[in-house]
């Protein structure tokens, strides 16, 4: 009891946790001014002109994609109102609100939370959805984070249909724009209608941050979240060295809260660089811990199947993992899933990003589908799986 009380009292080290948190945006993004600045000149005219506009985001996890996003959304509706222009955004992650009705539901339950969850059609809810930008006199930026997901299960006929809004009705010219944000190339996966609305120039690619980025990141995470002279002058450089590997922000964002929770648990009065070392020993990058912890159990074991099979080669067969996937199952006493399913399953474990699928080429005899693991090594995967699903 004593232990826990103890561990309640108010941070001697922490100022601000919540500062580090990956839902939180300062007001300043280290390393993306640049990217700031084009978001600006492309999205000048909704603010001066009534005209709506389209960005394509692009870069890896952590490269700052949401964060600028949500910020320069801030930025834009305080022009708006200085040019009386009403602009409001709604941002919907695809990784969870993955279908085109759910997608939907988002965006109406903006203008109204009491919105039904069910009961509507695509096309009744786009009718709707025409109803309030008239009657609000708005524009609306739909954000799409995580579009891949929503496009390698639906397809593209949203996004078009949310790009063409404004040259159905005169009224409603100028009231929608659309920003979709994916950690992978995503114009192959819409159709030539769709992607001529996002010119060249309208794509941004996001690099991985450099070390000198994630330093600046960090002291000023150091600065908003810790108490003042209760990080060691040292801590800012490692952290920064252990994620440039990944070039991730939220990484070492994570790296530093957990420093701070090391050298608290140590009775520690600063952090040091010993105790970051102490974080890197527990921390993995973020996607994976995340990503996985959202798997059904039929789709974790398929995942235990994928990674044994690659533990000593590049691609495995769907026809390889279905049979590894349905022996590991009959190992667990459960039923697997039928072939149909299966296969649905997979295509979700891609969308996901967690195994990448592609069609056999050159020297492969037949027309399958091979698959692989890109992001993280199968052996963490399979010391996961094991020992959640086989103890």
């Not at 192959?188 to 941050?209: G, H, I, P």
Request: aromatic share 8%; glycine share 6%; charged share 30%.
């Amino acid at each position: 009891m004593k232990s826990a009380l103890n561990a309640l009292k108010r941070s001697r080290i922490f100022k601000d946790q919540t500062k580090l948190s990956f839902d939180y945006v300062p007001d300043e993004l280290p390393g993306r001014e640049k990217e700031m600045e084009t978001l600006g000149r492309l999205f000048r005219p909704v603010v001066y002109e009534r005209m709506g506009q389209h960005a394509l985001i692009i870069g890896p996890v952590g490269s700052g994609k949401t964060a600028v996003v949500k910020r320069f959304c801030a930025i834009l509706t305080e022009a708006g109102l200085e040019n009386r222009r009403i602009i409001e955004d709604v941002h919907i992650n695809c990784r969870t609100r993955k279908s085109e009705s759910m997608v939907m539901l988002s965006i109406l339950t903006h203008f109204d939370p009491r919105f039904p969850d069910r009961g509507f059609s695509i096309p009744e809810m786009l009718e709707i959805l025409k109803k309030r930008l008239k009657k609000k006199q708005i524009h609306l930026i739909i954000v799409l984070d995580e579009a891949d997901v929503l496009l390698k299960r639906s397809g593209s006929d949203l996004i078009y249909a949310f790009t063409r809004v404004q040259e159905e009705d005169a009224e409603l010219l100028g009231a929608i724009s659309l920003i979709l944000i994916s950690q992978k190339k995503i114009t192959d996966l819409m159709d030539r209608a769709s992607l001529s609305t996002f010119k060249r120039t309208n794509v941004l690619d996001f690099s991985r941050y450099d070390k000198e980025e994630l330093m600046a990141i960090i002291d000023q995470r150091i600065e908003l979240a810790f108490t003042t002279n209760t990080v060691e002058d040292g801590v800012s450089e490692m952290i920064a060295s252990m994620a440039e590997e990944y070039g991730d922000a939220r990484f070492a964002i994570e790296l530093l809260e957990k420093s701070g929770m090391v050298a608290e648990e140590k009775g520690a009065e600063m952090v040091t660089p010993e105790h970051a070392r102490f974080a890197k020993a527990d921390v993995k990058p973020f996607v994976f811990e995340e990503t996985i912890q959202q798997l059904n159990v039929h789709e974790q074991i398929m995942l235990l199947a994928a990674a044994r099979l690659l533990r000593k080669s590049a691609y495995c067969s769907t026809g390889e993992l279905e049979e590894e996937y349905q022996a590991i199952c009959e190992t667990l006493n459960r039923k697997s899933l039928g072939h149909t399913q299966f296969w649905q399953y997979m295509k979700e474990l891609d969308a996901f990003g967690i195994i990448t699928a592609k069609r056999s080429g050159k020297g492969t005899v037949g027309n399958t589908t091979l698959i692989t693991i890109q992001d993280v090594p199968v052996s963490e995967l399979i010391d996961y799986f094991e020992r959640i699903l086989l103890h």
